[in-house]
């Protein structure tokens, strides 16, 4: 039987000692039916609410909102820059127990009543995303529940799965859910601080200059650790404000970019006809899951033509995914490596420097027989002396020894050949080797010399480090 106002009244007396009731008004709103509640106004001036819940499953939602608000501490609440109610005590009245909180003023809004644009949907969007950015600890210490993204899909993989096993769900609802449970693109997101599902009559408001602004939160009995979507799934009754909703959460939450939140949020949205149908199965009540039966249907029917996954989305991701397999294959210009990070040791040896310097596996013999070649054994062939003295010639425009860099005919024959080398014949063969003068021995090391002192040079700077 229900409880009378002054019943109600009394138990806030007897939950707060000392405290006297002087005015009691029945309070049903976002009760839905499952609690007896009123709004108690104390000798002191301060409103209270009592609620006593009707059902057990109420009842233990009211005891773990008493753990959820004694866990928001005063640093939380400044943090959060809206109202929370503080819990103020509890009373045995048989069968279940009164719990009693302060009082946020302000009006709500029905979802399918808010309008799109300023006031309602961006002061909604915005708060929600103040929500989402309480710090984690407050959860964790109150030993509140906290699920990972591989958690939460878990836990909606076996909702899926139970349902279908009931033989109520359409076969285009489950094909519909398993895909979007398989896409690990809409499970990339990081578990923020939720409400756990509350719904748009849990937000309270008052006009600021004439604008509809949330004054304060009063449902917490779902705080947890989870998937910010699940706090957003009410969207799906609010088509016309969905999206500004959407965009003042983006704009004020604090965390990167969620691109399927909307996705999953219908998803949560959808599951709550499975989770309603489960209900009637662990309570063997045929009508509770006639009731969702015929609401899945409809729902199947609904979304006959609809994706879960956002279509513009998609295009663009497959339009990318195209531009990027027509763009040319791209070539460096030139050598753009750090030349001192990395040396060929041969290159290194041929210069005169000790590779046992850099590179601790070198071969020293190796490296001894390299140093001490001679003309003898270092035969260059004729067009490299051709193309060493042009070189040197395109630098300076001279040899070491000032005399001017060799002209060539029309026909290609030196006119002065370097190094003493003798004139080729007709039928001599262009890439024989000849024994090197002790002139071009003596250019050819001194331009070694200075190829090792600059490696010596180089490889000082990369020990040292950047000054």
């Known amino acids: 039987m229900a409880r009378s106002p002054l019943t109600l009244a009394a138990s806030v007396s007897a939950a707060l000692p000392g405290e006297e009731a002087i005015r009691v008004q029945t309070l049903t709103t976002n009760s839905s039916g499952r609690n007896e509640s009123a709004m108690v106004t104390l000798a002191d001036g301060r409103a209270v609410v009592v609620r006593i819940p009707i059902e057990e499953s109420t009842a233990s939602e009211l005891a773990t909102e008493a753990i959820a608000l004694r866990a928001l501490t005063d640093g939380a609440r400044a943090l959060a820059g809206f109202a929370i109610p503080e819990f103020l005590g509890s009373v045995a009245t048989p069968p279940q127990r009164a719990f009693i909180t302060t009082f946020v003023p302000g009006y709500q809004v029905d979802t399918a009543h808010i309008p799109a644009g300023p006031g309602v949907a961006y002061s909604l969007g915005s708060t929600l995303a103040q929500v989402h950015a309480l710090p984690a600890s407050i959860v964790r210490n109150a030993g509140l529940p906290s699920r990972t993204a591989y958690e939460v899909r878990d836990d909606l993989q076996k909702i899926v799965e139970e349902s279908s096993a009931t033989g109520r769900v359409p076969v285009r609802l489950m094909v519909r859910w398993r895909d979007a449970l398989k896409d690990d693109a809409l499970w990339q997101f990081q578990p923020t601080v939720t409400l756990g599902g509350a719904d748009a009559l849990a937000f309270v408001y008052h006009d600021v200059d004439e604008v509809p602004t949330v004054s304060g939160v009063i449902d917490w009995h779902g705080l947890s650790i989870g998937d910010p979507a699940v706090d957003l799934q009410f969207l799906q009754t609010a088509p016309e404000a969905a999206e500004s909703v959407l965009d003042a959460y983006r704009a004020r939450a604090l965390r990167s970019g969620d691109e399927y939140l909307r996705a999953r949020a219908r998803l949560h949205a959808e599951l709550e006809f499975a989770r309603w149908l489960l209900h009637g199965r662990d309570t063997h009540d045929e009508s509770i899951m006639d009731d969702a039966g015929a609401m899945l249907d409809t729902l199947a029917e609904n979304v006959r033509d ?78 490299e002396l051709l193309e060493l003295n042009t070189q040197r010639g395109a630098a300076g425009g001279t040899s070491d020894a000032g005399a001017e860099a060799p002209a060539h005919n029309e026909a290609g024959a030196a006119a002065d050949l370097p190094f003493g080398l003798e004139p080729l014949d007709d039928d001599d063969d262009p890439n024989a080797t000849q024994p090197l003068s002790a002139e071009a021995l003596a250019v050819i090391t001194n331009d070694q010399e200075e190829a090792a002192r600059a490696a010596r040079a180089a490889i000082d700077r990369w020990k040292t480090g950047p000054v």
């Not at 027509?326 to 000790?354: C, F, I, K, R």
């Not at 590779?355 to 001894?368: E, G, Q, Y």
């Open 306 to 383: 609809e994706d879960l996954m956002p279509q513009d989305d998609k295009i663009a991701l497959d339009d990318a995914l195209a531009a990027m397999s027509n763009l040319p294959s791209q070539h460096p210009a030139g050598d753009t490596s750090m030349h001192t990070d990395t040396y060929d040791p041969e290159e290194l040896a041929l210069s005169g420097v000790s590779l046992s310097d850099v590179d601790t596996n070198v071969d020293p013999a190796r490296d001894s027989r390299v140093r001490a070649a001679t003309a003898d054994t270092q035969a260059l062939s004729r067009e």
